[in-house]
């Protein structure tokens, strides 16, 4: 199915047909060195790097990963009962009651305040290590 309607083929026609009557200007013959020169000398890109807090945080969230598999694989049947059990009690107290989602609030908004704080003070780090300050 076209998704162009045919007025839309007419305009685009028209556009396509007017770019390529524009004359195009001859390149002059020290273009590119005048741009390299307002360019400057290119910083080499800094390669990439594992360090030892990669594989420590890598293996630290397999291992979690592993343990609350195993551990779901070790309750007895019953715990299921019980963790709905809970569950519904958490819905009815706690969902339903307005206090706890001003905590709620309160704490996503401290995080968040945060994480724009950390976000901050990096940006900050990284740009007096540059020497952009």
Known sequence: ???????????????????????????????TVSVM??????????YFRLKWIDL?????????????????LTL????????????AYWFHRVLLDP???ILWFAAALMGVM?????MALLYRTLAHQSGNS
């Open 76 to 87: 007895p049947p019953y715990f299921d009962l019980t963790i709905r059990q809970e569950m």
């Open 114 to 118: 945060g994480g724009v704080f950390g």
């Open 56 to 72: 420590f945080l890598g293996g630290f969230a397999a291992a979690m990963l592993g343990i609350v598999i195993l551990v779901g």
């Open 37 to 46: 020169e307002r360019v400057g000398v290119l910083s080499p890109l800094p």
């Open 99 to 101: 206090a706890p989602w």
């Open 1 to 31: 199915m076209n998704q162009w309607a045919e007025d839309e083929w007419d305009a685009f026609r028209i556009v396509d047909d007017s770019l390529r009557a524009i004359e195009l200007e001859e390149v002059p013959p020290n273009f």
